[in-house]
Nanobody
Framework: QVHFVESGGGLVQPGGSLRLSCAASLSRFSIYTMGWYRQAPGKQRELVATNTNVGWTNYADSVKGRFTISRDNAKSTVYLQMNSLKPEDTAVYYC??????????WGQGTQVTVSS
């Protein structure tokens, strides 16, 4: 059974930065592509960044150039560095392994609010 614990969210002013962390209880973490998702109020959850088992990364156009996903396989942890934050980045952020997503595999998420 997979389990994810996200942390690092908070309230930040536009233009600010946050670093999110996700600790994964996932056997053989290193073989999985990991992703960060977000869900804004009234919107569907969207995938914003992925990091493959060999370290290739991909980003949604809305965050490209501002967000950086990374991972520490020894710690089974994935990170999301978010810079130049905008009000439209306000959402609950979740991590997951895209290949393992089920209704029950989501953690509690971490709230990011970008507001002056």
């Amino acid at each position: 059974q997979v389990h994810f614990v996200e942390s690092g969210g908070g309230l930040v002013q536009p233009g600010g930065s946050l670093r999110l962390s996700c600790a994964a209880s996932l056997s053989r973490f290193s073989i999985y592509t990991m992703g960060w998702y977000r869900q804004a109020p009234g919107k569907q959850r969207e995938l914003v960044a992925t990091n493959t088992n060999v370290g290739w990364t991909n980003y949604a156009d809305s965050v490209k150039g501002r967000f950086t996903i990374s991972r520490d396989n020894a710690k089974s942890t994935v990170y999301l560095q978010m810079n130049s934050l905008k009000p439209e980045d306000t959402a609950v952020y979740y991590c997951n392994a895209p290949a393992l997503v089920t209704t029950d595999s989501w953690g509690q998420g971490t709230q990011v609010t970008v507001s002056s």
